[in-house]
T-cell receptor
Framework: DAGVTQSPTHLIKTRGQHVTLRCSPISGHKSVSWYQQVLGQGPQFIFQYYEKEERGRGNFPDRFSARQFPNYSSELNVNALLLGDSALYLC????????????FGSGTRLTVV | AQSVTQPDIHITVSEGASLELRCNYSYGATPYLFWYVQSPGQGLQLLLKYFSGDTLVQGIKGFEAEFKRSQSSFNLRKPSVHWSDAAEYFCAVGVVTGGGNKLTFGTGTQLKVEL
């Protein structure tokens, strides 16, 4: 079975631009979460979606948004990019309950110049 | 609010030596606890998890962790480290909020293995 897949793996953007990151969860997983990992730190929670509804939001500005599609894949959008948005963006999928744990993708490395 | 502390930023051990990585959490209810490992430029791989029951949890790659409620700790151990264990290790607490859930991570411990 395929794991959590994220695309693209790397990208470089200019300050002020917009970016869209994509995630496909493990088959059967209905929950997708997004995390931001700045170099040298642990991942920080951005969003959780379940059955196309937002179920949680971390302490991130409104420039960050996400959605989940009927096939449970998800997009993370970031507008008006800042240098500080440079990070590894991780997607995790799970069955809804935390008792199942989370499976992470390999991430998208975003560099803002 | 929940939090996770990993007191050791870097640890160096010799191959074949035992390993213990420390993790302390703060959370008002019964925690869900996880250890993940991350190789350079990669995502996170789940080593083990604790939800309830036996406080000694066995994971993959020969790792184990012990939940100690009285100490709010969930330390990761391995009896004999292999060079391939060199990586960054993250402890996390899972929180179920109204309608959703999330992980709160520590800042990580970088493990170096000397041959």
């Amino acid at each position: 079975d395929a794991g959590v897949t994220q695309s693209p793996t790397h990208l470089i953007k200019t300050r002020g631009q917009h970016v869209t990151l994509r995630c496909s969860p493990i088959s059967g997983h209905k929950s997708v979460s997004w995390y931001q990992q700045v170099l040298g730190q642990g991942p920080q929670f951005i969003f959780q979606y379940y059955e196309k509804e937002e179920r949680g939001r971390g302490n991130f500005p409104d420039r960050f948004s996400a959605r989940q599609f009927p096939n449970y894949s998800s997009e993370l959008n970031v507008n008006a990019l800042l240098l500080g948005d440079s990070a590894l963006y991780l997607c995790a999928s799970s069955l809804f309950s935390t008792t199942d744990g989370y499976t992470f993708g390999s991430g998208t490395r975003l560099t803002v110049v | 609010a929940q939090s996770v502390t990993q007191p050791d930023i870097h640890i160096t051990v010799s191959e074949g030596a035992s390993l213990e990585l420390r993790c302390n959490y703060s959370y008002g209810a019964t925690p869900y606890l996880f250890w993940y490992v991350q190789s350079p430029g990669q995502g996170l791989q789940l080593l083990l998890k604790y939800f309830s029951g036996d406080t000694l949890v066995q994971g993959i790659k020969g790792f184990e962790a012990e939940f100690k409620r009285s100490q709010s700790s969930f330390n990761l151990r391995k009896p004999s480290v292999h060079w391939s264990d060199a990586a960054e290790y993250f402890c996390a607490v899972g929180v179920v909020t109204g309608g959703g859930n999330k992980l709160t991570f520590g800042t990580g411990t970088q493990l170096k293995v000397e041959l």
